[in-house]
């Protein structure tokens, strides 16, 4: 990690942060980059969820529906 700096966090914070990387035998600054990175999907997802759809996702979408429904048969 060439550059890094120190943040200002309570002791609970460090403490469930450093719980979460030990149970995935993550540093803190890659535990800390999966949920950053979780977060932005998320919301990328939330931003999606809430767009309308227009005609052509509506085919999409009936199209792969249907697909699912025959690859089950």
Do not use: H, Y
Not at 17 to 39: H, N, P, S, V, W
Not at 46 to 53: D, E, F, M, V, Y
């Amino acid at each position: 990690m060439p550059d890094s700096t120190t943040i200002k966090v309570s002791v609970r914070n460090r403490d469930a942060l450093r719980q979460l990387a030990d149970r995935e035998g993550l540093t803190f600054d890659a535990q800390l980059e999966k949920m950053i990175r979780r977060e932005r999907r998320r919301i990328i997802g939330a931003q999606l969820a809430s767009a309308p759809l227009d005609v052509e996702d509506n085919a999409v979408l009936d199209a792969s529906a249907g697909d699912v429904a025959d690859a089950s048969r």
